[in-house]
């Protein structure tokens, strides 16, 4: 990978494709170059934004899979008869849920 990819994330596909498009940008007529720069720069912008929210994306279902833990671990115990005594749980379901049926 040469100088001008070393601060990017990129596959060895993606430099070739990026490589391909500027080649075609440069081959344009002079009137047209500047407006296929432009789009080609506006893309980029669209695609780290893209990246940025994948990032943001994974680190949330990371947070959200963590408090999920205790609650498998709650429905674990339930499910192999460790916890028997459910009080709380079907008092909030008879108040709640009941009303459904009737």
Request: aromatic content about 6%; proline content about 4%.
């Amino acid at each position: 990978m040469d100088q001008h990819y070393k601060n990017f994330n990129m596959e060895p596909e993606e430099i070739d494709v990026d490589r391909k498009i500027i080649k075609v940008i440069d081959s344009l007529p002079e009137n047209l170059k500047p407006r296929f720069k432009a789009l080609y720069m506006n893309d980029n912008e669209r695609a780290v934004i893209g990246d940025k929210m994948d990032c943001e994306i994974e680190a949330l279902e990371k947070a959200i899979a963590l408090r999920k833990v205790p609650h498998h671990e709650e429905q674990e115990r339930i499910i192999k008869g460790e916890r028997t005594i459910f009080d709380s749980e079907v008092e909030i379901f008879d108040k709640t849920y009941i009303s459904l049926v009737n």
